[in-house]
């Protein structure tokens, strides 16, 4: 079964760094890119960026460029999203997700559970 | 970025009903078009790909339609099992972007 096991909600203040998870397993890890979303409280999906775990290049939105980092661990199978200094407005539920494709067509799936980052002094 | 309207932005039906959502891009997506069901509480689940291809394991009452910029899903005969949030997505071009949601619930 193909699966994406992300880390455990998390608090942090104003101004600290956090690194968050997603372990991969079922499948070829290298074969596919991993991307990371966002899902603020109450609101629609947002797309980070992405990596592709072969050669760790990634792709940003212009929305997170510079903000966040997302690598990977090929030895583990796990992609991480960091943050070097949060803000209040990044508390959301952040999502990983796999990229699968068809010709041309890709899409995510699965995703991972998720996990809940909250920012609060 | 290619931005995504899904319309209505929440809807109440019955049990049985045909229920309809919409998506519309700003600009031609061919049919880089997906579906996603969020149930409360749960990370999205894919439904549909390319428009109008069923997910392994979704049940048939879902189906899609549509090509260049708009787009449609429906549940042929709501079920309680399909309350949640409905997004659509395109894969057209970089980045990724999603509809807003419909909220769909039970009367």
């Known amino acids: 079964e193909v699966q994406l096991v992300q880390s455990g909600a998390v608090m942090r203040k104003p101004g600290e760094s956090l690194t968050i998870s997603c372990k991969a397993s079922?499948?070829?890890?290298?074969?596919?890119?991993i991307s990371w979303l966002r899902q603020m409280p109450g609101k629609g999906l947002e797309w980070m960026g992405r990596?592709?775990?072969?050669?760790?290049?990634?792709n940003y939105s212009p929305s997170f460029q510079g903000h966040v980092t997302i690598t990977v661990d090929r030895s583990i199978s796990t992609v991480y999203l960091q943050w070097r200094s949060l803000k209040a407005s990044d508390t959301a539920i952040y999502y990983c997700?796999?990229?699968?494709?068809?010709?041309?067509?890709?899409?995510?799936?699965?995703w991972g559970q998720g996990t809940l980052v909250t920012v609060s002094s | 970025d290619i931005q995504m309207t899904q319309s209505p932005s929440s809807l109440s039906a019955s049990v049985g009903d045909r229920v309809t959502i919409t998506c519309q891009a700003s600009?031609?997506?061919?049919?880089?078009l997906n579906w996603y069901q969020q149930k409360p509480g749960k990370a999205p689940k894919l439904l549909i790909y390319?428009?109008?291809s069923l997910q392994s394991g979704v049940p048939s009452r879902f189906s899609g339609s549509g090509s260049g910029t708009d787009f449609t899903l429906t549940i042929s005969s709501l079920q309680r099992a399909d309350v949640g949030t409905y997004f659509c997505?395109?894969?057209?071009?970089?980045?990724?972007?999603f509809g807003q949601g419909t909220r769909v619930e039970i009367k």
């Open positions: 997505q395109q894969s057209n071009s970089l980045p990724p972007t």
């Open positions: 990596i592709d775990p072969s050669d760790s290049y990634t």
């Open positions: 390319a428009v109008s």
């Open positions: 079922g499948y070829t890890f290298t074969d596919y890119w």
């Open positions: 997700a796999k990229r699968s494709e068809a010709g041309a067509h890709n899409w995510f799936d699965p």
């Open positions: 600009q031609d997506i061919s049919n880089y």
